[in-house]
Each structure stands twice: as C-alpha cells, then as structure tokens.
C-alpha cells in the first residue's frame, strides 16, 4: 500500500512564502515522477510542478519564477518552494506520484495525497 503524506500548508498574506512537502511510503519497485497539483473551489484540478526522478521539472506558466519543485530521492519526498504567493495561488494542493508497484506489474499507477490547503490573504 502507498502513501503519501502531505505537510506545510496554512494561511499566509499575499507576497509571503509556504515550502509544501510530501513523503512517500510503502512497498514499491520503483518511484517516478512525482508532482503537485491545485484545485480551487469550483474549479477543476490544474498542474502546478512536476518533476522526474532525475530531477527534470516542468511548471505551470502561472507560477514560473515563484515556485520551485524539488525532490530527495533518498527520503522518497518532494518538496514545492512557494514564493511570492497571490490570492489566486489560494488552493487545495496535491501530492502526485507514479508508482511502479512490482515486476509482475510493470506499469504506473497514479497515488495522491490527501491534500493540504493554501490561503493566501490579500
């Protein structure tokens, strides 16, 4: 069974910063590519960052320059830097990551986070 737990969110006034983390755990072969994601209320699910475990990362244009993925492979966590942050960056974020469970199935499979909720004030 993998899990992933998520910490760091809260409350925070506009321009202020938040680091997110997320740790995975559990029996695994192998842990891809792990990421964030937002969802606002009545607002679908959006990308934030992604990264692969070589450390390739990949942002939404809207928070290019203010937030930073990043991940310790070791520890089996990622990690989201926040800066600068908006009321609009105001969010439940998601903890994503592709598993390969074992040899007899070698595909990936999607886990997610419970979620940690940003609020950024203005």
């Known amino acids: 069974q993998v899990q992933l737990v998520e910490s760091g969110g809260g409350l925070v006034q506009a321009g202020g910063s938040l680091r997110l983390s997320c740790a995975a755990s559990?029996?695994?072969?192998?842990?891809?590519?792990m990421g964030w994601y937002r969802q606002a209320p009545g607002t679908q699910r959006e990308l934030v960052a992604t990264?692969?475990?070589?450390?390739?990362?990949n942002y939404a244009d809207s928070v290019k320059g203010r937030f930073t993925i990043s991940r310790d492979n070791d520890k089996m966590t990622v990690y989201l830097q926040m800066n600068s942050l908006k009321p609009e960056d105001t969010a439940v974020y998601y903890c994503?990551?592709?598993?390969?469970?074992?040899?007899?199935?070698?595909?990936?499979?999607?886990?997610w986070g419970q979620g940690t909720q940003v609020t950024v004030s203005s």
């Open positions: 990264i692969t475990k070589s450390g390739t990362s």
């Open positions: 994503n990551a592709k598993v390969v469970l074992s040899i007899s199935r070698p595909w990936e499979d999607d886990y």
């Open positions: 559990g029996s695994m072969l192998r842990l891809n590519a």
